[in-house]
């Protein structure tokens, strides 16, 4: 079984004051036993930047083969053709797996006129969006999702840090009447884990960190869950490697 991670950064975040490396990446890696990594850049404003930081995970990803995979995350404000063109390149030139949209960090709610285009690329190139959720009220709302999903029923949609508590309820919702929606369960208590995969399926719960340093903290959470062995497996790795369409090491 590969432990599988689907929320991971490299690069600068001008808007969190953070700084992601790719030595923090690889000791997570070591010390986890963490197989791969779904890595997306740190929130930033202009094209110039975000192609430099999607090119630094292209580099991480060619340097270590098999370990660590891109997500793309330019700022939905900018104009179409420039948006579009740069996922296009990371999904087809770079080999990324999916896109990011930040509705907090880049002051873009799912629903809005320059988001579409989000929601359309990612549909044209066959790849999930992740949405990050929770911080950043009401932007970042789950239930901001809801029109969306039902608008894109083909589009494979992720919250990310499943509402980080405050608003789990909203992402319940979400998972309750959208089918084409996952969670990453990064920020979220073992108990409600416990729940959503009673409800809703292990497969549609997704490890995640975030951070580095909290790797070891969301695999002990979901290892103390009390739930079946198999459904472990669909969380640590099982269902990021369906939903992602990951190769298999031996592929």
């Known amino acids: 079984m590969r432990i599988i ?3 991971s950064h490299l690069g600068d975040d001008c808007v969190f004051d953070e700084s992601f490396t790719a030595a923090d990446l690889l000791a997570k890696h070591d010390r986890c036993g963490i197989s791969l990594s779904i890595v997306q850049p740190g929130t930033c404003f202009d ?3 975000v192609r430099a930081q999607h090119d630094a995970i292209a580099a991480l990803c060619a340097a270590h083969p098999g370990r660590f995979a891109g997500m793309a995350n330019p700022n939905p404000h900018l104009p179409e053709a420039a948006y579009r063109t740069e996922v296009t390149r990371c999904v087809r030139d770079l080999g990324f797996v999916g896109i990011k949209l930040h509705p907090f960090g880049h002051a873009a709610p799912p629903g809005g006129r320059d988001q579409r285009k989000v929601f359309e690329t990612a549909r044209e ?3 999930p969006v992740m949405v990050h959720t929770g911080a950043g009220i009401p932007f970042a709302n789950p239930s901001n ?3 969306v999903c039902e ?3 083909d589009v494979r949609i992720v919250m990310a840090h499943c509402g980080m508590m405050i608003t789990s309820g909203e992402a319940w919702t979400v998972l309750q009447r ?6 990453d369960v990064s920020w979220t208590p073992g108990f ?3 729940r959503m995969a009673a409800a809703f399926g292990a497969s549609r719960l997704l490890l995640a960190s975030d951070h580095a340093e909290n790797a070891d903290t969301e695999l002990a959470k979901i290892r103390s869950c009390r739930l079946p062995e198999s459904d472990i497996e669909q969380i640590l ?5 369906a939903l992602y369409r990951l190769p298999t090491p031996d592929a």
């Open 47 to 49: 094209l110039d930047a």
């Open 237 to 241: 790795g099982g269902a990021a490697e």
């Open 178 to 183: 959208c089918p084409n929606t996952w969670v």
């Open 125 to 127: 190139l066959g790849v």
């Open 151 to 153: 608008a894109f029923p």
């Open 5 to 7: 991670d689907v929320h």
């Open 145 to 147: 999702l809801l029109a």
């Open 192 to 194: 409600q884990i416990e």
